[in-house]
């Protein structure tokens, strides 16, 4: 039996009816094209509660990278449950003589012991995102240690940091 409801949850969220928001476009915009203190570090997107729209939920120029990890891991539901999260961070690195380089990562934050049909939700509308954003680095975290700055550094730099 619970095989079924998993098969009809999937098929209910399989091809969600969840609209990007323009003002996703727009902060990554600001955050790709930014300059000097006013461009943002980082931006977090949620889902509405309507689960009709991937909105902003922030937009920061927060350079202190544990300050970013801290608000999404700690990211609650109006019932105050830990709840997902999409992120985009800008990250900035020195290869030495190769210079310095900046890349934006995509993290999608799916806290261990989140409902699995927001699981699924969220899964389901990571790639149309992703695509709307056009970024080509991603992680994937349902613990914090997965975004740990080494990781992410890691991702960034494919390695080479």
């Known amino acids: 039996m619970s095989v079924c409801i998993v098969v009809l949850l999937f098929e209910e969220l399989r091809s969600p009816n969840v609209s990007i928001a323009d003002e996703c476009i727009t902060a990554y915009k600001q955050l790709r094209s930014g300059r000097g203190s006013k461009k943002p570090t980082f931006v977090i997107y949620r889902i509405s509660d309507d689960q009709t729209a991937v909105v902003v939920e922030e937009s920061s120029t927060e350079q202190n990278f544990e300050a970013f990890r801290r608000k999404l891991c700690s990211a609650v539901d109006s019932r105050g449950n830990p709840a997902p999260r999409y992120a985009v961070y800008d990250v900035e690195y020195d290869l030495g003589e190769d210079g310095k380089r900046c890349k934006t990562v995509f993290i999608s934050w799916v806290p261990a012991g989140t409902p699995l049909k927001l699981c699924m939700l969220y899964a389901s509308t990571k790639e ?26 890691s991702v960034a730099s494919g390695g080479k940091a």
């Open 128 to 153: 149309q995102l992703r695509s709307a954003l056009d970024v080509k680095l991603s992680i994937h975290a349902d613990t914090p240690d997965e975004i740990e700055w080494k990781t992410v550094l």
